[in-house]
């Protein structure tokens, strides 16, 4: 059989290379992005919508904070993970430093709460360390926010070829179009 032959007219075994680059972007870097900012917003409320919150209780709502704050940081450092070999030389320094400063709140992270019982009604109640968990949050929001420009450099959020014309766009907009 010769590379490249039609077999049983169904499959051709051609040579070109298998190229999942759509996949891999929208599954290891857009998927990633939304879910830092979901994640981002239930650590700070315990919740995504208003109203939410007045059906749990304040242990629920803690240890949803928490679980956000955990899932943020494990998901920025996936998602580092997963475009670091696609950036700009120019913006490693940039990434290195950022997966630095992701890497050195991990041992803060089990700080941030504890599991404390109530003398009284020897109920569990979950505490959180409101200011180092600001803090960390305040690191990860950050790195996410910075994320973006070595990002859009390596031409994984707007293609490089695309010119971004505002003067058009604005007028699509007044036009309704």
């Not at 039609?6 to 759509?22: K, L, P, Q, R």
């Not at 709460?113 to 360390?129: G, P, T």
């Amino acid at each position: 059989m010769v590379k490249g032959e039609n077999i049983g007219g169904d499959i051709s075994m051609g040579t070109d290379a298998w190229n999942v680059a759509d996949g891999y972007t929208q599954l290891k870097i857009l998927r990633q992005l939304i879910m830092l900012d979901r994640w981002d917003t239930l650590a700070q409320f315990g919740t995504e919508e208003i109203d939410e919150d007045r059906v749990l209780d304040d242990n629920t709502i803690k240890k949803r904070r928490v679980e956000a704050l955990q899932r943020f940081h494990s998901t920025i450092r996936q998602l580092l993970g997963n475009v670091k070999f696609a950036m700009k030389k120019s913006d490693h320094e940039i990434i290195d430093a950022m997966i630095e400063r992701i890497n050195n709140t991990e041992s803060y992270l089990q700080q941030s709460f504890a599991m404390k019982e109530d003398q009284v009604s020897h109920q569990d109640l979950f505490e959180i360390n409101e200011e180092l968990f600001k803090d960390i949050l305040d690191i990860l929001q950050t790195v996410k926010d910075e994320l973006n420009t070595p990002l859009n450099n390596a031409g994984l959020i707007f293609r490089p070829t695309e010119e971004v014309d505002l003067d058009k766009i604005m007028q699509d907009i007044v036009q309704g179009g």
